[in-house]
């Protein structure tokens, strides 16, 4: 793991803090001052242990142009998944089996783990696609329905709208 | 037969069965991981029989939350409840225990069937 | 019934519809992959309506449960893309290639990188 | 709503049913974790549902910690088929 | 009240059917990932029987731990239970 | 007063804990604390016994509930003897093996000592507490400790010896939990003075079920007839010390759970036909088993399991005299068998297998310790004029009081029995010519291991001449044994004689 | 023939196991002393803690707990002992080789929140189902991810032995200030507070914090170790 400069390290443990205390809240479901204090108190404390873990994002992601595309993501991201799970029934329900699967391949222009990671589980929930495996840059993906064997084209097809999104959110 | 009953009848049951489901795996099987299996599934017999005794019909958790203060005419007993999370916690370190001289004894015999480990008179 | 019971309610039987339509790929499926597409969305968009549903009855009288259920839906939305992936990947590498219609050519594109891997494995 | 609960039981019950039968199935070991995979995410649901019928939000804390950790299950399942352990 | 019988009978029949599976399959594999199903099935029991802090002492102990013991084990031993046939079959 | 009841049970359990931390900085320390906290416990439990002869059972409240609501430690004459003499043996074996692993690992010695010093803890626990979840909570305590002494050698067959063990402990230990929930769900309550007195309310039916499977449950401590499976093997492959501990210090724990469970749980007053039952086949079996053996362990292992089969016949008969009996062989049991096992241990040092003929001629070669080996096995065959031969007296006369002829004739015959397979090994020892062929090279004792041996030979020889030194206090156990309304008494409303 | 004395057995013993479970007189008059009603009070009036199963595992039948992680320390210990062989190396590896990018980074984004959720049930113990074992058993499954997914995720084993040690000492010396303070071993001597506050019950959610990091670290040990172990 390379060594992180001291910003880097405050402004991590700073994101980790506020999403940690976020979940605290989530978890206790209060704002009673007690429970706040506490809370505060022990996501301080994981927060100051995994600094070198938690690699998500630095306090750049609380600029408002990225929260509204988050936003915006979470919006095209429940379509896809209403999407696909229609597909999947429709599959499923059918008596012959309607499928054509395959694994195909493509670049992607993601630089971090962690905005690839996003977008593989982005994939694996929507229409008839698996993400298998990350290699680099490629993604492998296991499509039940091949329209293209062709990298560019399944591109399109497959990642291209959480891609762009994506984007703009981590890069 | 009422729902209470029922419920009672099927859970004392069933316990029953799996102490006798991982009593049999003990006694005939051969292989020792399947032996801490049997093990493992009397134990989780008895804990549901434990907490079957505990059950009151239409009952809640022996938990106050803000508001449910009315509730304690309808709590369930909660000592079985204190039981069954010791007796669960001592399984699993028994099992630990009991896996590890497993390896111990794949690293000595070379196998885990019970009739071939047989320097000792069983 | 209140609003909030019918909207509740309608969610509810659509995750349980969803649910049951995972179980039953998980069933109908012809081979490992595609019955991780199968189970994985639709149990995961089932879960997730099922239990806005719920805090969506709930939320009525009590808006703690919604807060909850919304960890619970995040919670489930990131792990179990995650766990079908590592599931669908360690079968790959134990060699259980997809099926493929009429065995066509092309179609796998993950099996070059296993052959490469599988030389380097040799080289050593 | 008590139909509802009901009818969302049944439906989960046979939604598990069929995972079972791929369980029993198999054939590979593949198959049955993914069974065990989807079992754990109908469980989580009706941990949920259940904790609704009895109106306690405190039940709901098992259904959270049922779906983490079942996860984790699955991903040491996954890692030991993967041939990394 | 019905949905409760109906739940409990289920999750019942579970149990038994899971540790059934779990003594009689060969592969021990399979057995282990038996009793993690025995332990979903408990789990949802002490649920239903009111004892939400058993339920969650299961869920955690018995879901990943256990098995990552047990999986553990048959990595340093053997996989099959009749050792006639070491070679993995799947 | 160095303490209440309850720093036998927490004392040990801190230092545990501590022995890991302080081991990090000082590395003799992990020997030397375990010394300090088990002599602690020997003078802690000996004051309080003298104390509570003075000023009657004393009832320690824990977690500040009485008794039916929490747990309570009970220190009456009888668990106060018992206590003493367990921690007393456990301070012993703990001298004897003082250098153990001296020259090898530091990680190994610590473990061998923190198993040992919970294992004496556990002991002392099932034998003072007065409820039967907490019983079962440290009869788990002891098995661990005793699964993993048991296969602390990397040898060959001490994990399969560990590992029969621990199959039969957690099968008992399934049994004690069903019948903790027979009596919860009949009685309402785990306390064993509150359920002594509601005995009477329980079904018969469900009476005979729990019994049965409690005596399942404490069965394999006790070492019992079809339940003794593992001890021959566990003694054989423990380290030397960790028999003597085995046979001086967990099977009087699990004689006594089961004694207490059918005087005062189940109450079954007059001769208890199932406890001579028991005691007789238990008795028979391992007498002639031990009269087969080849490996000197094995045989004094199931020596010691004949030991318990009579003392459990003596507890049968139920009466004063009876009870009185078979306590006096149980403190004998405790003296002379770590004696035997430790002398033993030094005299087969250099053997792996451990076989008797290995040790033809060795009085020639270590003439203290095989001196020292003979008067354990006469005291414990019960010749006069040592502490052996009383204790069988009392039998018989507890016997003939009830005429119960068959068992002074069985008795007599196991001592003959007895004193053939002894004789046999004393035989070998000293009128043999020592062989260099067959038998071992000597190994030259360490000093520590010297003085606890005297000590317990020092024992042996004192209760031999003067059995009066310790009958009084026996006495007073049978006493508080048998007295069971004042056990109840004692608990249930006197619990607040709290010791200043 | 094994098998068919085997089941004989099994007959006649599932047999009186079921005359003696099933039959209605089991468990009749359960209630008869009032067990569950005193616990229940006492809880709510005297320990002031919400949950009564903690309330009696912590402090009603507290010795027990002792005992349980007792029993874990030994087995933890036990497995060390038993699986002994050679001191492990610094930097030794616990797997073959590293979880694929989206397992990899998803653990690590996932793990501090596993750990909160561990800290979240054991610090909520006396309030809501869970609290030191659970918590406990939650953290070391998150380790247990880092550990499966990383090849060089390491965790200090003294660093462990140490937080089990203090934890350990500190749960033996709440019980000797109890009866220092109190009147006996393991005793509620703090104030008890308001009933579903965080900061109530006293010393019961101390001690169940003292217990979540003394399982946490035996756990994570004991796992540390067992993957360490190859056959």
Redesign the interface.
Known sequence: MKSLTIGEKISRFLINWFFLTIVWIAFTTTFATQELLTGIFVTALISFFTIPLFTCCTLKILAPKRVFYMLYYLIVFTRELIKSNLDVARRVLTPSLPINPGIVEFKSNLKTDYSKMVLANSITLTPGTLSIDIIGDTFYIHWIDVKTTDPEKAYTEIAETFEKILLKIFD | MDTAELIRLGVYGTSILLILIGLYAVLTKKSLIKIIIGLSIIDGGIHLLLIGIGYVKGGTAPIFSPGSEDAVARMVDPVPQALVLTAIVIGFGVTAVALSLIIRLYRHHNTLNIDEIKNLKW | MTIYQTIGGILILIGAVFLFLGGLGIYRMPDIYNRLQAGTKATTLGAMSLILGVGVVKMEDDWTWMVKMAIIVIFIAFSNPISSHALARAMYHRKKYPYIKDNKEGMDAYRKVMEKEEERKKKK | ??T?????????????????????K?????????????????????????????D?????????????????????????????? | MEYLLFTIGFLLLVLIGAALYAVYQKDLLYAVIATGVISLALTGLFLVLQAPDVALTEAAIGVALTTIIFIITIRNTVRFEDEKDKKMKH | MVGTPVFLIAIPLLAAFLIPLIGMIWKESVRIIPGLVLAYMTVLSASLYLFILENGTYVETIAGWQAPWGIDLVFSPLTGLLATIMTFMGFIVWLYSYRFKSNVEFEAAKKYFIFLMLLVAGSVGIVITGDIFNQFVFIEIVGISAYALTAFYTGRNSAEAAFKYLIMGSLSASALLIAIIIVYAQLGTLNMAEIAANIDQMNVHYRIIAMIFFIIGIGVEAEIFPLNGWAPDAYTEAPGPVGGAFSGIVVKAGIYAMVRMMFTLFDISGPMKILIVIGLVTLIVAETSALRQEKLKRMLAYSSIGQMGLVLVAFGMGTKAGVFAALFLMLNHAIIKPLLFLSGSFLTFNTTEKYISQITGMAKKMPVVSVLFALGALAISGLPPFSGFWSKLSVLTAAADENLMLIIALVLIISVIEIVYYFRVINRLFFFEYDESVSVKPHKPGFNGMIALFILAGLILLIGFYPASVTGYLDLAADDLLNTHQYIDKVLQLGQSIIQ | MKKAIVIFFLAVFGYFMAITFLSPEFEADRNRNGVKDFYLEKTVSDLKTANTVTAIVVNFRGFDTLGEVTVLFLAATALGSILFKKRHHIGERTVLYPASTIVGSGAKLIFPAIILLGAYVFIHGHLTPGGGFQGGTIIATGFLLMLISYRNFSISHNILSVIESLAGILFVVFGFMGLIYGGSFLENFMGTGILNDLFSGGVIPVIYILVGFKVAAELTGLIYTILHEKG
């Open positions: 709503m008590v509802i609960f009901y009818i969302t039981i049944v439906l989960i019950a046979l939604g598990m049913i069929f995972a079972i039968i791929r369980f029993i198999g054939p590979t070991a593949g198959d049955r974790t993914v069974a065990l995979d989807t079992m754990t995410t109908l469980m989580v649901a009706l941990l949920v549902l259940l904790s609704a019928v009895f306690r939000i405190i039940y709901v804390d098992v259904a959270l910690i049922y779906g983490v950790l079942g996860f984790i299950g699955v991903i040491v399942v996954a890692r030991y088929l993967e041939g990394a352990l």
